[in-house]
């Protein structure tokens, strides 16, 4: 599936603006400057279809990817949070946008919640966890960046990141490690959501 067409769908500023719930969806949601957008482009096997950059609150809309065609699911690249010089009525915003999304897709089968390997679990992140056991929306934890740090490290807040899922309703045990730059875990991840798309 991921060898075959994808394309970029639309940019949802506000819920007004999101497609209609006609496939089954996937969602990226982490810390801004995390990694998504570049997971995005490594599993799909292109370079620049989700927007990179090294300024943290690059992305700050919903963003749709359909994959085959026909149309068999789509990606959605979520808003950045925890971004420090980000203004408070743009936090507050973010947080209504993404709590209503969660609430009411019916079609969102999972979300990956991608977590720096440098950083680990965060204070930010237990927000958007919260916010997925309420809304009930299955998820997993997927460690970005991992050829960043050293081996033994990594294994650390691997199993950090896996004692905190593991005391999480809606989260799945078992984290996946992966780096855009080292292609490590992407098979994995990209049998992750196929297999949660299925
Ligand atoms: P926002 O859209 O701002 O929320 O950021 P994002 O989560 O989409 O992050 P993005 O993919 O734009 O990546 C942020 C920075 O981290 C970029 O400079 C990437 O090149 C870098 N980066 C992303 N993934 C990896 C990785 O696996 N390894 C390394 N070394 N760098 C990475
Ligand atoms: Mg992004």
């Known amino acids: 599936l991921f060898a075959g067409p994808i394309a970029f769908l639309k940019s949802a500023p506000t819920l007004e603006f ?3 719930p006609t496939v089954n969806e996937v969602a990226f949601a982490g810390r801004s400057n ?3 957008s570049s997971l995005l482009n490594a599993l799909t096997n292109r370079n620049s279809l989700a927007r990179t950059s090294n300024t943290p609150g690059r992305t700050q809309e919903l963003n749709f990817f359909d994959v085959g ?3 068999a699911f789509r990606l959605v690249d979520m808003p950045g949070y925890g971004y420090a010089k980000a203004p408070k009525d743009l936090v507050k915003k973010w947080r209504f946008m993404v709590n ?3 609430r009411g897709r019916d079609v969102l089968k999972r ?3 991608l977590i720096d390997a440098r950083h680990g679990i965060k204070e930010v992140d237990r927000d958007i966890l919260e916010m ?3 809304a009930a929306v299955s998820y997993r934890m997927v460690i970005t960046k991992a050829d960043k740090i050293k081996a033994s490290e990594l294994v650390e807040v691997t199993e950090a990141t896996a004692v905190e899922a593991r005391k999480r309703p809606a989260a799945h045990p078992e984290i996946l490690v992966t ?3 080292t292609g490590l875990g992407i098979p994995e991840l990209r049998a992750a959501v196929i297999e949660a798309v299925r």
């Open 18 to 20: 999101i497609p209609e």
């Open 111 to 113: 979300a990956l919640v």
């Open 34 to 36: 995390v990694g998504k």
């Open 179 to 181: 780096s855009s730059e």
């Open 69 to 71: 065609n026909p149309l």
């Open 132 to 134: 997925l056991d309420k």
């Open 100 to 102: 209503d999304f969660l």
